[in-house]
């Protein structure tokens, strides 16, 4: 079959195919279509394609493409210029976008996104999200040590000693995981929370403090392994718990997500500002609503601090994992190929809809928008 994959619109800098992915479905008998540059900003140059197999192309003639893997979510115009059964592949935030929806069913393309992807261990070496939310995790640590005007780890030497820096880390999930493990290794102190009662666990084992709010299990459990969105009351609970651990952090790092819903706000303006000068917010859910009141997509915030002369900075970041666009997109094409294994069957094209994970992935097949077991979606 033909896969191809496009060069991403700026700024996102990762790509949907690496070389090594590449040599591996020419291997396989496929035929790759890659658009000159696309592996440019992530340290992939065009003679690397061609040198695994691929046909590196001015622009990719969407009409004699089967599956086209993408990272950045399609514009309605591609979808109009695949051929009809195409099947594209990549994230595709939000998924209600009705116009997008009608172009693609209008075509009879699938368009399979990964936001999708069941949480079951069969799909793990295909779940996007988990890899770059590893990627951002790691990534959003290395933000917040750069900008603290400290060192991360205990210093004894003949000068004096220098405390290690205490970081707060919400939301423990595979970002706020990785993000823990990051600020470990460089040395700080750690404390973290999540609502999800196996979180606890889950951040002992990798060095951190819990931080214990008091929260029933009940009221931060939803389905599919994932957490539920807070009553109010809950919330305040939450809120009022953490805010001396976050008057006391010089690092705070947030990555709190509820997945449909916008990001829970967990910190407001005045608990950034109870926090010392110099101290530093990483928003990792700044682009999906905030975790924090003062964060920006993309932009650095300051606050200026209640306990003395000097500012808090609250760094909200937009794409974490396409500022390690080497690393990301190897895990993505990985991630990718696997989902690939799944469309081709006697080296045909297949979508299997009663896979549970080509159901979950499916948001449109044969004309009609699907539900996660494929079934059809009333307009
Ligand atoms: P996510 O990105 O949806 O959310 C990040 C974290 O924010 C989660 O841990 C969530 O509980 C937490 N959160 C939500 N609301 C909060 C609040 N008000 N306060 C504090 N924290 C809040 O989650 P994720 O990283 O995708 O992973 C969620 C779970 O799914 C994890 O247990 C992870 O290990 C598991 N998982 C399973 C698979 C699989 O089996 N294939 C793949 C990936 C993740």
Do not use: W
Not at 297 to 320: H, Q, Y
Request: with cysteine.
């Amino acid at each position: 079959i033909t896969i191809a994959a496009p060069r991403e619109p700026s700024p996102e800098t990762r790509v949907a195919l690496v070389p090594d992915i590449v040599s591996a479905l020419v291997r396989a008998g496929h035929r790759v279509l890659v658009e000159s540059g696309a592996g440019a900003a992530s340290t992939h140059p065009d003679e690397a394609y061609t040198a695994a197999g691929a046909e590196v192309v001015p622009a990719i003639d969407l009409a004699a493409v089967d599956v086209l893997a993408h990272v950045t979510p399609l514009p309605a115009t591609a979808f109009g210029r695949l051929r009809p059964g195409a099947v594209t592949l990549g994230l595709e935030s939000p998924l209600d976008d009705d116009e997008r929806l009608a172009a693609a069913n209008a075509n009879r393309l699938t368009v399979l996104a990964f936001e999708r992807l069941p949480r079951t261990s069969r799909a793990q070496s295909m779940d996007v999200l988990s890899s770059q939310a590893l990627a951002a995790g790691y990534r959003c640590v290395l933000e917040a040590a750069i900008r603290l005007p400290r060192f991360f780890p205990l210093a004894m030497t003949a000068a004096g000693t220098v405390p290690p820096a205490k970081v707060v880390v919400l939301g423990i999930g595979v970002a706020g995981l990785q993000a823990i493990a990051t600020a470990k290794r460089l040395g700080a102190k750690v404390a973290a929370n999540d609502i999800r009662p196996d979180s606890a666990e889950e951040a002992r084992s990798v060095g951190a403090t819990f931080i214990d709010v008091g929260l029933d299990a009940a009221e931060g459990t939803g389905t599919g392994g994932y957490a539920r969105a807070l009553g109010s009351s809950a919330a305040e609970r939450q809120q009022a718990a953490l805010a001396p651990h976050i008057a006391d952090a010089d690092v705070l790092i947030t990555t709190a997500a509820v997945p449909g819903h916008r990001a829970p706000l967990l910190v407001t303006a005045a608990m950034v500002a109870a926090m010392r000068p110099g101290s530093v917010v990483v928003d990792l859910a700044a682009s999906t609503g905030g975790n924090v009141e003062a964060s920006r997509p993309g932009e650095d915030v300051r606050v200026p601090s209640s306990r003395g002369a000097g500012e808090v900075t609250v760094v909200g970041l937009a794409s974490a994992p396409s500022d390690l666009p080497a690393d990301a997109s190897r895990l993505y094409a990985k991630n990718v190929a696997n989902v690939l294994a799944l469309l081709v069957a006697d080296g045909e094209l297949v979508v299997p809809l009663d896979d549970d994970i080509v159901a979950g992935l499916a948001l449109t097949h044969e004309g009609v928008t699907r539900d996660r077991d494929g079934a059809p979606v009333a307009p």
